[in-house]
Antibody, heavy 123, light 108 residues
Framework: EVQLVESGGGLVQPGGSLRLSCAAS????????MSWVRQAPGKGLEWVAN????????YYVDSVKGRFTISRDNAKNSLYLQMNSLRVDDTAVYYC????????????????WGQGTLVTVSA | EIVLTQSPATLSLSPGERATLSCRAS??????LGWYQQKPGQAPRLLIY???TRATGIPARFSGSGSGTDFTLTISSLEPEDSAVYYC??????????FGGGTKVEIK
């Protein structure tokens, strides 16, 4: 069974930093693109970033470019999101999500999601 | 950036009725559009991808159609457990991958 478990969320002041982690199990982690998707309280879904199977390609939504960094450690079956210069509008539940297609294919949808970790940016 | 507009915002129907949800793209996404279901307090669930393909384990009452800029998610006969918010997502032209604003389906 695929499991994705996020951690690292919490309350942080504007301008602060947090590092989110996602522990993956139940599938061959290094065969899949992985993403972070967020959802502000009471709002819709927003894709934040994704990373290729070997970490060689990374993409971001414009609003987080230069502030957030996605990374992965395939030896530890883990995905990360380093968030710096946090703003109030970064407040959201952050989900780790897996691509449906295994290497060499990619679909750029999300077929498995974690339970999410809440990041609150407030003074 | 491709903008996805979903309508209606809310749909209120009775069990057994047919639900028709719309997603319109600001430019063609060919057939590269998916649909998700999200229930309160839960993560989203992938229902449909590439316009018409049901994801693993998704009941046959969920179907997707459309191409280009206009897409539809149909729930042929509503069950009480179908009460949720439904989102569309495109992967045609990215980054960014984008979602629609959602349609809330209420079961009377």
């Amino acid at each position: 069974e695929v499991q994705l478990v996020e951690s690292g969320g919490g309350l942080v002041q504007p301008g602060g930093s947090l590092r989110l982690s996602c522990a993956a199990s139940g599938f061959t982690f290094n065969n899949y693109w992985m993403s972070w998707v967020r959802q502000a309280p009471g709002k819709g879904l927003e894709w934040v970033a994704n990373i290729k199977r070997d970490g060689s390609e990374k993409y971001y939504v414009d609003s987080v470019k230069g502030r957030f960094t996605i990374s992965r450690d395939n030896a530890k079956n883990s995905l990360y999101l380093q968030m710096n210069s946090l703003r109030v509008d970064d407040t959201a539940v952050y989900y780790c999500a897996k691509d449906p297609a295994a290497a060499p294919y990619s679909l750029y949808y999300f077929d498995n999601w974690g339970q999410g970790t809440l990041v609150t940016v407030s003074a | 950036e491709i903008v996805l507009t979903q309508s209606p915002a809310t749909l209120s129907l009775s069990p057994g009725e047919r639900a028709t949800l719309s997603c319109r793209a600001s430019q063609s996404v060919t057939n590269y559009l998916g649909w998700y279901q999200q229930k309160p307090g839960q993560a989203p669930r992938l229902l449909i991808y590439d316009g018409t393909t049901r994801a693993t384990g998704i009941p046959a009452r969920f179907s997707g159609s459309g191409s280009g800029t206009d897409f539809t998610l149909t729930i042929s006969s509503l069950e009480p457990e179908d009460s949720a918010v439904y989102y569309c997502q495109q992967r045609s032209n990215w980054p960014p991958l984008t979602f629609g604003g959602g349609t809330k389906v209420e079961i009377k």
